[in-house]
């Protein structure tokens, strides 16, 4: 008989308790073992995701299979020295003592998760609930049906089903699952869901990851290498076009450049469009497809608008039979209408044009805080104007998405785009906490920390906090007296 949400997570619970996942050599077993599932079902995913977004295999490996298995090594190599507790240093008034920073896992977790990079998104976080010794619910998204079945079908027939566990469903299962009690939540999807996730989980003061999405901008400007040219155009329409159709929160949004240089900007986008995915990028499957009828009916809708129609200087053309959407580009659309005011999330790329290059600085300024900001730039003062200027969660010069794939960097948003952070040591932080432990000694004492109060009790203290040093002579004072 199927158990219910209280009865698996009771379960989760009672492993937990257990002490099991605290262990290192679980910790390592389980990681071990998403190793294996990740490198024997390879097929398998690349399948689901064939069937879910269309998404050719190579950039399944690139952006999924990949990346987890790296993250997996990465944390087997440093999970020992992560799990060993810190020396902390202490002040001389505290003398003799010691204290040490323990990490310990948070309990028991769950992990909310999109459909984009259904296999990314749900296994990075639950690799870091592991390491740090957690027992762990997963819900991918039900918009990925057959990534969903097979992170079902596969978890439980890799890793311990009694610590950790896939629960399939959609948004009424994600409510059920918000009213249990959970030690940490870490969620990816939208600000919308992400405020329902944060009010639930006040009712139990249980703290919360958000990883949101929003619009990433992209500065350009102009280039007088032909190769850096290249490459720059490889970034931006590989972020754009070729992850996950631009259903990517940390993709391209828009492009800024100067309005001197987007006609020479559009050719180029436009060439180089052609020599990344053919004449007709429908028939290439070099370019994944919108993952349902709403959000291409969505994307569609983007265009409706007479004005925003005008803008178009590239594609324009959608097959709903096979939910594709051609790579289109516009050049000033209005910046009132929808596509400019929310996110896009498909292959889409407006060009908004500035006078001059730093009038982009005040244009991402005057916007929510994006999760990334892209500037392709040689111009040294620029980068350090935008750099100081502007607040979101990473910014990058000269490429696009690299900071999500490297482990020793923290992945996550600020404001609008999130908060909290995760990848490689910052996961393991995420699902940790940090326990002081204090050794004292009863060799020597401040006598003078206990009532009765006296004046001279408080010009004692007054000393102790201006001068530390002093600490340890009354320390010793308190070995005379006593
Ligand atoms: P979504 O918010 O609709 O869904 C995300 C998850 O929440 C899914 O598992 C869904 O089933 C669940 N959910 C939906 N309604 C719920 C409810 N009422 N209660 C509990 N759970 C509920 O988002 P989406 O459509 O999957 O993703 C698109 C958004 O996610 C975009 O804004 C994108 O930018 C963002 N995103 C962010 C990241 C990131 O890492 N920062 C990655 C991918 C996507």
């Not at 919360?208 to 970034?235: H, M, Q, W, Y």
Request: net charge neutral; charged share 25%.
């Amino acid at each position: 008989m199927k158990k219910s949400l209280e009865e698996e997570w009771g379960e989760l619970r009672e492993t937990f308790n257990s002490g099991k996942t605290n262990e290192q050599s679980w910790r390592r077993s389980q990681l071990k073992g998403l190793l294996n599932l990740l490198k024997e079902k390879e097929e398998d995913i690349f399948e689901a995701l064939e069937k879910d977004l269309g998404k050719h295999k190579v950039e399944a490996y690139r952006d999924e299979v990949g990346p987890l298995i790296k993250s997996v090594n990465y944390i087997l190599e440093n999970l020992k020295q992560w799990m060993s507790s810190k020396q902390a240093k202490l002040p001389l008034a505290a003398f003799p003592s010691k204290a040490e920073l323990v990490p310990e896992p948070l309990g028991v977790v769950l992990v909310l998760s999109s459909w984009n990079f259904p296999f990314g998104l749900s296994l990075e976080p639950v690799i870091g609930a592991i390491a740090a010794g957690n027992a762990v619910v997963l819900k991918p998204s039900e918009l990925s049906p057959a990534s969903s079945a097979v992170l079902a079908d596969l978890i439980p027939k890799y890793l311990d089903n009694k610590a950790i566990k896939v629960i399939e469903g959609g948004s009424s299962v994600g409510e059920q699952l918000l009213e249990l009690k959970w030690d940490k939540i870490l969620f990816t999807g939208s600000a919308k869901v992400g405020r329902i996730v944060m009010s639930a989980a006040v009712k139990h003061l249980t703290p919360v990851v958000l990883e949101l999405g929003g619009k990433c901008p992209t500065i350009v400007d102009s280039f007088s290498s032909s190769r850096d040219k290249e490459i720059a155009l490889n970034r931006i329409l590989s972020a754009k076009f070729g992850a996950c159709a631009g259903q990517a929160c940390i993709g391209v949004d828009y492009i800024i450049t100067e309005k001197k240089y987007a006609a020479t900007l559009v050719e180029l986008l436009k060439n180089t469009l052609l020599s990344m995915f053919g004449e007709n990028p429908k028939e290439t499957r070099n370019i994944s497809r919108i993952i349902n009828e709403k959000n291409f009916f969505r994307l569609k809708s983007l265009l409706d608008e007479q004005s925003v129609k005008d803008s178009i200087v590239q594609g324009g053309s959608f097959d709903e039979a096979n939910l594709f959407v051609e790579p289109t580009i516009l050049l000033d659309p209005p910046l009132d209408a929808t596509i400019m005011t929310e996110e896009i999330f498909g292959p889409l790329l407006p060009i908004i044009t500035v006078e001059k290059i730093e009038d982009s600085i005040q244009f991402i300024k005057s916007r929510p805080k994006p999760l990334a900001i892209y500037a392709f730039t040689k111009n040294e003062a620029f980068k350090k104007r935008l750099q100081s200027e502007t607040t979101s969660g990473s910014i990058v010069f000269n490429d696009t998405i690299i900071q999500y794939a490297v482990d020793t960097l923290p992945f996550g948003g600020v404001g609008e785009s999130g908060m909290g952070r995760y990848h490689g040591k910052f996961s393991f932080d995420t699902f940790s906490h940090e326990k002081v432990v204090a050794r004292r000694s009863f060799l020597t004492d401040f006598w003078f920390r206990y009532p009765p109060w006296t004046e001279q009790k408080l010009q004692l203290f007054r000393l102790v906090y201006v001068f530390n040093y002093l600490g340890i002579v009354l320390n010793l004072l308190g070995l005379k007296r006593s």
